[in-house]
């Protein structure tokens, strides 16, 4: 099946400073990725969607200059959160589909912390 | 505003019990998938649903997607430890997913 990474699977920073978070599709080529956030006991909530060499699409209430994304290959995606706070603390987690396809396969997320 | 809602939000149950849980939405979905997701990790495909009124089965999970295309419901026969998690319902809806609020499964042994 097609497998698709993050990394890393934790991180730690300190207020003010960015974060990036790498989403790689393993086996398959990824012309759509998508990043979601995921508060603790909440559901996923779509953040922005990617196409491979075009800019992201963001989701209403998403701030496009402080969730940087960049979809530069087939294979890589990444988000970086910028000037990162507190409240910016939670679970990341990309998505990927291959071109033609519908189904998205997830990454096994990555857990932000910002102290 | 959460298009779907899923209920009960949490379930604990005993060993050999069987439940069901619901995603209900006012929106018409193109699909609706099921995932489950353990603590830590990403979520995991369960099954995929498309045409209304379709009826799938994976072992002791039976799906079934809504004639109308906006609600599905799952149901588990004699749960098992093994199925203790978050499961989520997502419908798709302009080539995006929209997830389900969710609901936490505890089966005790």
């Known amino acids: 099946g097609a497998v698709v990474s993050q990394h890393p699977s934790w991180v730690i920073c300190k207020s003010g400073t960015s974060v990036k978070i790498e989403c790689r599709s393993l086996?398959?080529?990824?012309?759509?990725m998508f990043w979601y956030r995921q508060f603790p006991k909440q559901s996923l909530m779509l953040m922005a969607t990617s196409n491979e060499g075009s800019k992201a699409t963001y989701e209403q209430g998403v701030e496009k200059d402080k969730f940087l994304i960049n979809h530069a290959s087939l294979t890589l995606s990444t988000l970086t959160v910028t000037s990162a706070h507190p409240e910016d603390s939670s679970f990341y987690i990309c998505?990927?589909?291959?071109?033609?396809?519908?189904?998205?396969?997830f990454g096994p997320g990555t857990r932000l912390t910002v102290t | 505003t959460q298009l779907l809602e899923q209920s009960p939000q949490f379930l604990s149950i005993q060993e050999g019990e069987n439940l069901t849980v619901y995603c209900n939405s006012s929106?018409?979905?193109?699909?609706l998938q099921w995932y489950r997701q353990e603590p830590g990790e990403g979520p995991v495909l369960l099954v995929t649903v498309v045409t209304g009124g379709e009826v799938k089965k994976l072992k002791r999970l039976t799906f079934q997607f809504g004639d109308a295309r906006k609600d599905s419901s799952l149901h588990i026969t004699a749960a098992q430890p093994g199925d203790t998690g978050l499961y989520l319902c997502?419908?798709?809806?302009?080539?995006?997913?929209?997830f389900g609020t969710g609901t936490r499964l505890q089966v005790f042994p």
């Open positions: 929106s018409v979905f193109s699909s």
């Open positions: 997502a419908g798709e809806m302009t080539d995006k997913l929209i």
């Open positions: 086996d398959f080529q990824a012309t759509t």
């Open positions: 998505s990927a589909a291959g071109q033609g396809g519908n189904e998205q396969y």
